[in-house]
DNA sequence: TCAACAATTGACCAGTGGGACAATAAAAAG
DNA sequence: CTTTTTATTGTCCCACTGGTCAATTGTTGA
């Protein structure tokens, strides 16, 4: 009897210490070998070797390459969902919370070349991987309704949703381009351009309605 | 004598007949390959097959594997490029300039997920390539300078390249959505979300003048 | 017709990658 | 101290890849 108890707190202890710690170090040497070797340079043995590790031992914890990849995107989207989540907390006005969002996606210690290099190189096989595609789908849905939630008291629902839509293509847009050519964009740089586009799209918006 | 004549005139003519449609024909497949299978499933072979030759041809015209994805990039390239200036050449004021940037990186029959999708495994590769990214390199300068041209009447120097580093961020991620979630934005969605866009940029920065 | 030359192929090679597996070490459980 | 489970390694395999090369087949020019 007390073993089922003990293996129930294992279920929830344990299996945290000895196996999860282990896929958390895999899930996150894949992602540093994705940043330096791209998709089509990132191997198995590679990713082992970044965690001191064998191959075999890498596949004994993930059932292919495939699954390593889509748990190492997983964790990433986690890390930026934290930084937002984080900034969400301390907001009050829905401004605050609109500029939580956009400061939690240009974070100091994420909008960096390496990662941005990892991250496209994600995105390129979204197409290709169903379970990646969900992934982002995910990620992009909260981003949405983080914003739409903010963009709430501000704007018509109307307008709320383009400027949501166009908030995202232009993070999205200036992560790219530090992935493009590093050091063309601070952090920021992006931060006061996306902050000014939502400026400019509610003064417009304003605008309109009153002449309306 | 008459062969100097011949030769030359080869050079000019024949040249782009028998070698460079192989070229050509070779660099497309290597695009259309690239859309279904990216940068990983990218292979010479499939690259042969898909242009029905043998892959031995393809390095026979290509040096490596490299240089053919490299010259695949510089084909995209200047199809986007003929596609904005074409539109360019019939616009005469500064909005029109501005609308054929645009429109012209929307392009019906360019803005579609499969080319979407092979142009994000090339940016993935960017980092890893100096070649990829002088060709992304110069891309973006000419877009920039097309805009920065058409944004010369219309707002300060200093608003003016804010501006186009932010519609070229959009336009870029614009592009990224289309890729990552195909059906989530429209042609005609992109275009006036960058429409929109710059008239609230500028418009703002009129108002910012006018009450400095 | 013949020689030179370009195009094209297919065979071949060495290296690598993902993945299966059996063997072993280490822990946990009893 | 067993027994059972888990962690880990190294080896093996096979498919495949980029790339070289010699041989073959047109094509062109003289």
Redesign the interface.
């Known amino acids: 009897m007390s073993t089922w108890i003990r293996n129930a707190w294992m279920e929830a202890v344990k299996l945290k210490r000895l196996s999860d710690i282990r896929r958390k170090e895999l899930r996150q040497a894949a992602f540093a070998v994705l940043e330096r070797?791209?998709?089509?340079?990132a191997t198995l043995e590679k990713v082992a070797a970044h965690a001191g590790a064998s191959k075999g031992i890498v596949l004994h914890y993930f059932r292919n390459k495939q699954e390593l990849f889509e748990h190492a995107m997983r964790e990433a989207n986690a890390v930026l969902r934290d930084a937002v989540v984080a900034r969400l907390r301390l907001a009050r006005t829905p401004m605050e919370r609109l500029d939580a969002v956009i400061e939690g996606n240009f974070e100091a210690h994420l909008f960096l070349?390496p990662l941005c290099?990892a991250w496209?190189?994600l995105?390129?096989?979204?197409?290709?991987d169903e379970k990646l595609?969900r992934i982002?789908?995910v990620l992009?849905a909260r981003m949405r309704s983080n914003l739409l939630s903010a963009l709430h008291g501000l704007a018509s629902p109307r307008d709320a949703d383009?400027i949501a839509?166009?908030v995202?293509?232009?993070?999205?847009?200036?992560w790219?381009?530090l992935?493009?050519?590093?050091g063309s964009?601070s952090r920021e740089?992006a931060i006061r351009?996306v902050m000014?586009?939502v400026?400019?799209?509610l003064?417009?918006c304003g605008?309109e309605t009153v002449s309306a």
């Open positions: 070797e791209g998709i089509a340079g070349p290099h496209l190189s995105c390129a096989e979204v197409p290709r595609a982002q789908k992009h383009d839509l166009g995202t293509a232009l993070i999205d847009g200036l790219l381009r992935g493009l050519e590093p964009v740089q351009q000014d586009f400026a400019a799209r003064a417009m605008a």
